[in-house]
């Protein structure tokens, strides 16, 4: 068996990569630490209280070629989490890809180390905090690193169909992630003079006809199941300019304040009294006042970008210390520099996601270890032992920062149980969630929506405006009007001022929020009442 692991080396990379993910899963505590991935996972489970849909309301992630069978697993078998087994899944295949990749342009001993550098740096935090954002970006990893090996050499036809797939599957979890880890790799693509150009732009034509083919069918698919789609999306468009583009919500302009402080806090389940004209036109005042990239450019916001993110730049610059062809070194600047460039761009005019900066530090760190096969040999013991030291270093730290995540998701998936728990006490009320107050995002990758049925309460903005009206028929309300009438309605979080405008502004009356109700533990909810006159 052994003998047989150490001559096939798939197998043994396959096998190593399982053991690495084991040992992961066995001794950390994963999150999926963001609101869109357990949305999704509640919808396709029926977590919400309604039957399970394939229908995430995401046109650009999640193609129903993924949740169709993910919602079918979910009706066989609710117990377990099917949609967490689909994001570990890709991962791993993704990850041994490369691992299998990198073991075959050099010795075997140093991929090792140099995989389980990125692991502990990059693909652990990605599966400590997992997404379909994060898995759509390894899958564009094994793809690129697929790529580069097609081009430099004379590949069989299974690895151009295993790089087409990749990126096909990159783009059925999420179509935009791929592309900045696309052009920051480009340099590489450039590195052999010996370039077969007919092989990019093929690889590159089937792949880009397949990808948009498949999302255009998502889209019809939407088109076809969600009557008036179109302009449903058309809207949500209009709302995600807002969370794109950082601080935009906390422009002071007067005109929009009640409206900009709605959409800050995610309250914004009126489509009539938040119109798709309005928030057009809102869009247009607040940005014309917008100076958030001025502030960019301050002293302590370069600080923290680079302390928050200081082990991917050492981790690129260590890698770099390996490399002694020159071609390869100005390549691999050339990469870095257009990171550089792109943080600069999203910063200026959008947001700057987390899972950019370590998204892009891994693929280059792969590529150089990929086209830097011959720099191995020759080199001082004294040299191999310092480099080796510092890998085990980045190894080390590594673990650390997983081991710190890890105790810290422990304590927010508490919080999250804790708030089930008041919520599952009080199923007869509703709760309408203010300033992200519930810790919906704090949910463990292995727990199941049908263990924490979330029926009673309506949530943030990826609630879309039809859900949130049958939640409130489910609870015996007709309409968001008749909120400030009902006693059954409970408000949970830290008191909104815009909220209570709105009220005022729908209905004619002023109300008031109560003081927090003392039976609640975890979570400050209150009661919306009329405002008592002062004499």
């Not at 040999?377 to 085990?392: C, E, F, W, Y």
Request: overall charge positive; some cysteine.
């Amino acid at each position: 068996m052994l003998i047989f692991l150490v001559k096939n080396r798939i197998v043994l990379c396959g096998f190593l990569n399982a053991f690495f993910f084991f040992l992961f899963f066995l001794f950390l505590k994963p999150l999926y630490s963001s609101g869109d991935d357990v949305f999704c996972l509640y919808f396709l489970s029926g977590g919400f209280g309604f039957a399970p849909t394939e229908i995430v309301n995401y046109n650009h992630a999640l193609n129903p070629i993924l949740t169709l069978p993910v919602k079918y697993l979910f009706v066989l078998a609710p117990n377990i989490n099917w949609y967490t087994l689909l994001l570990i899944i890709f991962h791993f295949i993704a990850t041994t890809i490369i691992f299998v990749q990198i073991t075959n342009q050099i010795s075997y001993w140093k991929s090792v180390l140099a995989y389980i550098a990125i692991f502990c740096v990059v693909e652990g935090q990605f599966l400590i905090n997992l997404s379909f954002s994060n898995t759509s970006i390894v899958l564009t990893w094994a793809a690129l690193i697929l790529g580069l090996t097609i081009i430099h050499e004379q590949a069989p036809i299974r690895k151009y169909i295993l790089c087409i797939a990749m990126f096909v599957f990159a783009s059925l979890f999420r179509i935009h992630t791929m592309f900045p880890f696309i052009v920051i790799i480009i340099p590489f693509f450039f590195l052999n003079k010996n370039i077969h150009f007919y092989r990019i732009f093929g690889l590159a034509l089937i792949t880009t006809t397949i990808v948009f083919s498949l999302n255009r069918w998502h889209q019809y698919y939407y088109e076809r199941n969600i009557p008036g789609w179109i302009g449903k999306e058309q809207y949500q468009q209009s709302l995600y300019k807002y969370y794109n583009k950082e601080g935009l919500y906390n422009v002071n302009v007067q005109k929009w304040k009640i409206e900009a402080e709605l959409i800050k806090y995610s309250i914004h389940f009126d489509s009539n009294f938040l119109s798709l004209e309005k928030l057009n036109k809102m869009y247009v005042d607040l940005n014309a006042e917008s100076t958030f990239s001025d502030s960019f450019f301050d002293f302590n916001s370069i600080k923290w970008l680079l302390i928050n993110n200081r082990i991917y730049f050492f981790a690129f610059i260590l890698f770099l210390i390996y490399v002694r062809n020159k071609r390869l070194q100005v390549v691999s600047l050339l990469s870095f520099v257009l990171l550089c460039g792109g943080i600069v761009f999203l910063l200026l005019n959008m947001k700057l996601p987390a899972y950019i900066i370590p998204g892009a530090v891994a693929v280059i760190c792969f590529s150089i270890f990929l086209t830097n096969s011959n720099d191995w040999t020759g080199l001082s013991p004294l040299r191999k032992l310092v480099q080796t030291l510092l890998i085990l270093f980045l190894i080390f730290w590594g673990c650390v920062r997983l081991c710190k995540v890890s105790l810290d998701n422990e304590q927010k998936n508490n919080q999250f149980k804790n708030a089930f728990n008041e919520i599952a006490k009080h199923r007869s009320t509703l709760f309408l969630v203010q300033d992200f107050g519930f810790p919906f995002d704090y949910f463990s990758v292995f727990d199941v929506p049908s263990k924490y049925p979330l029926n009673n309460i309506v949530l943030a903005w990826q609630f879309p405006e039809e859900m949130g009206m049958k939640i409130l028929h489910l609870n015996g309300l007709k309409s968001i009007k008749d909120i400030p009438y009902s006693d059954k309605v409970l408000f949970w979080g830290k008191p909104v001022q815009a909220l209570l405008d709105y009220f005022e502004i729908t209905t004619g009356k002023k109300y008031c929020f109560s003081e927090p109700l003392k039976e609640f533990k975890y979570g400050e909810v209150r009661r919306l009442e009329t405002c008592k006159l002062i004499k």
